[in-house]
T-cell receptor, first 117, second 110 residues
Framework: DARVTQTPRHKVTEMGQEVTMRCQPILGHNTVFWYRQTMMQGLELLAYFRNRAPLDDSGMPKDRFSAEMPDATLATLKIQPSEPRDSAVYFC???????????????FGQGTRLTVV | EDQVTQSPEALRLQEGESSSLNCSYTVSGLRGLFWYRQDPGKGPEFLFTLYSAGEEKEKERLKATLTKKESFLHITAPKPEDSATYLCAVQPSGYSTLTFGKGTMLLVSP
């Protein structure tokens, strides 16, 4: 059963601490997305990668957020230092390029619920 | 700037009471329009992709339609298990990313 796996599912941390969220995309998918979901803003794109290369991270606060793909089976999103306004659910999604170069649908993980106190 | 507006924000139906959810969008060239379902505490689950005006897709009690400015998700004779938040998203031409609306929270009562 192919699925996107995210860890941890829940994280409570104190303001100023470093937070690392991990994602294992579906095997064979070459595109990985990071989204953040809040009640006020809904789902917002933070960053995305194709073939492990970052293509767009314009939605991410550069001073504190960083996203990487050390290898094809692991994507990470790091916040340092964390702030209370970072509290949200962070989703990773993966997809692939279908026929004609069009992207297929994105498959989402279960998310990491982050609370910064 | 791409925009997606979903209405209503929340909808309460009785079991068997059919209705439609609306997704209005503005995008500089549409590659695809996506519908997702999200249950509480879960990630969005893919339902449909529509690529061109006039296209329709069906899955069980759900049917999605697309025009040049909006998409509808029709729910026929809903059941309580259809209760969820339904999200609409657009994928602009030349991009792989999705811009999401804020969703419609559907509650179907027995």
């Amino acid at each position: 059963d192919a699925r996107v796996t995210q860890t941890p599912r829940h994280k409570v941390t104190e303001m100023g601490q470093e937070v690392t969220m991990r994602c294992q995309p579906i095997l064979g998918h070459n595109t990985v997305f990071w989204y953040r979901q809040t009640m006020m803003q809904g789902l917002e794109l933070l960053a995305y990668f194709r073939n492990r290369a970052p293509l767009d991270d314009s939605g991410m606060p550069k001073d504190r957020f960083s996203a990487e793909m050390p290898d094809a089976t692991l994507a990470t999103l790091k916040i340092q230092p964390s702030e209370p306004r970072d509290s949200a659910v962070y989703f990773c999604a993966s997809g692939s390029r279908g026929t004609g170069g069009m992207n297929t649908e994105a498959f989402f993980g279960q998310g990491t619920r982050l609370t910064v106190v | 700037e791409d925009q997606v507006t979903q209405s209503p924000e929340a909808l309460r139906l009785q079991e068997g009471e059919s209705s439609s959810l609306n997704c209005s969008y503005t995008v500089s060239g549409l590659r695809g329009l996506f519908w997702y379902r999200q249950d509480p505490g879960k990630g969005p689950e893919f339902l449909f992709t529509l690529y061109s005006a006039g296209e329709e897709k069906e899955k069980e009690r759900l049917k999605a339609t697309l025009t040049k400015k909006e998409s509808f998700l029709h729910i026929t004779a809903p059941k309580p298990e259809d209760s969820a938040t339904y999200l609409c998203a657009v994928q602009p031409s030349g991009y792989s990313t999705l811009t999401f609306g804020k969703g419609t929270m559907l509650l179907v009562s027995p």
